[in-house]
């Protein structure tokens, strides 16, 4: 059963800007009560972390994307969010959300992004 659903992946041009939502697939518990990331993987590497939001709204970035992406949650729309600016080839990668919940890890689907010109 799938517990989280991105979407707002493409392909976008280097320098450009792609926003990211992922949102549970069900609506028996609500973004704003748990600790919640971002991950991604590109081809031949490891999943690595991009971001977290806490829920108490704190929020750390992997060095690589520190400035460019912000991580956010919109608790009303019960959805978050990672806003991606000036993109660069090497953020080519499949994104996944991820939420923490009562000691279980909850992935996603994925959603590709690809970052060329």
């Known amino acids: 059963q799938v517990q989280l659903v991105e979407s707002g992946g493409g392909l976008v041009q280097p320098g450009g800007s792609l926003r990211l939502s992922c949102a549970p697939s069900?609506?028996?518990?609500?973004?704003?009560?748990?600790?919640m990331g971002w991950y991604r993987q590109a081809p031949g590497k490891q999943r690595e972390l991009v971001a977290t939001i806490s829920s108490g709204a704190n929020t750390n970035y992997a060095g690589s994307v520190q400035g460019r992406f912000t991580i956010s949650r919109d608790n009303a729309k019960n959805t978050m969010y990672l806003q991606m600016n000036n993109l660069k080839p090497e953020d080519t990668a499949v994104y996944y959300c991820?939420?923490?919940?009562?000691?279980?890890?909850?992935w996603g689907q994925g959603t590709q992004v690809t970052v060329s010109s």
């Open positions: 069900e609506s028996i518990w609500h973004v704003g009560t748990v600790p």
């Open positions: 991820n939420a923490y919940i009562r000691f279980t890890y909850y």
